[in-house]
């Protein structure tokens, strides 16, 4: 008999302690289990009261749907999606006209700066192509400029070393003037245009000279063959230009 539960006692706490591992790796599953599961709402998400801080949207889903294929499709003012590389926008810009750019204008008279308008310009769009004028046209002609400085200029009486015209109006080095031959006295005051290679320039008549025997057209003061590229009178020497009075 005392044997018999010796052996109870021992079978019920080998039970015992089997029990108690089950019930700790059931807890230890358990903890695990409840770690490695992601939270499920115990209800559905209501997207409609979806905003930011306090900011509920009121949009319906119905209105998503219509924004989203807004978004794939171009609006009545062709702008499309921008994700659409191939239904990029587009700018043409037309290229300038050709202009005739004119490099220097008589500003001291008024008459020149007006005739200079009718010709080109002097402030022409960088990317303008320039062009010359048609010196084919009406008014143009050809012939050859000599050149005068103060040392080849006279006061009419035999004086040289002046810088008197027969305008009255003073030759300088910057003054854009140019004188006639003595037989053309009437265009004093007159604008003249002068072209030479690829420069345009708009001068005055201010004297008048005895070179027309030599088969000259115009003589040029400083001011003028400077705006033509020359440096002096020996530089520019006699040269064949076309010229136009306005």
């Known amino acids: 008999m005392a044997q018999r539960r010796a052996h109870t006692k021992k079978r019920s706490f080998t039970l015992l302690k089997l029990g108690v591992a089950a019930l700790a790796v059931a807890v230890v599953g358990f903890?695990?289990?409840?770690?490695?599961t992601p939270a499920v709402a115990s209800r559905s998400v209501d997207l409609t009261t979806i905003g930011i801080g306090d900011d509920v949207s009121t949009v319906s889903p119905d209105a998503v749907d219509q924004s989203a294929s807004r978004l794939q499709t171009s609006d009545d003012q062709g702008v499309s999606d921008t994700?659409?590389?191939?239904?990029a926008r587009s700018i043409n810009v037309e290229d300038p006209d050709p202009v005739v750019y004119i490099s220097a204008v008589d500003t001291a008279n008024p008459r020149a700066v007006e005739a200079a308008e009718s010709i080109?310009?002097?402030?022409?769009?960088?990317?303008?192509?320039?062009?010359l004028p048609d010196v084919t046209g009406e008014g143009w002609q050809q012939g050859?400029?000599?050149?005068?400085?103060?040392?080849?200029?006279?006061?009419?009486h035999g004086n040289f070393g002046t810088s008197v015209t027969a305008s009255g109006r003073h030759i300088s080095d910057y003054g854009l003037t140019v004188a006639v031959p003595a037989s053309e006295s009437w265009r004093i005051g007159e604008p003249v245009a002068i072209v030479y290679g690829e420069t345009v320039i708009i001068t005055t008549v201010t004297d008048t000279g005895g070179f027309a025997p030599?088969?000259?057209?115009?003589?040029?003061?400083?001011?003028?063959?400077h705006a033509l590229g020359a440096t002096s009178c020996d530089d520019w020497g006699v040269r064949?230009?076309?010229y136009k009075f306005l």
């Not at 994700?83 to 239904?87: F, V, Y």
């Not at 080109?120 to 303008?128: E, R, S």
């Open 31 to 36: 903890g695990v289990f409840s770690f490695s």
């Open 83 to 87: 994700r659409d590389a191939s239904a």
């Open 120 to 131: 080109g310009t002097t402030d022409p769009l960088p990317t303008a192509p320039r062009v």
């Open 144 to 156: 050859l400029a000599s050149a005068y400085s103060f040392a080849d200029n006279d006061d009419g």
């Open 214 to 225: 030599y088969g000259r057209a115009l003589d040029l003061a400083p001011g003028t063959y």
């Open 240 to 242: 064949l230009v076309y």
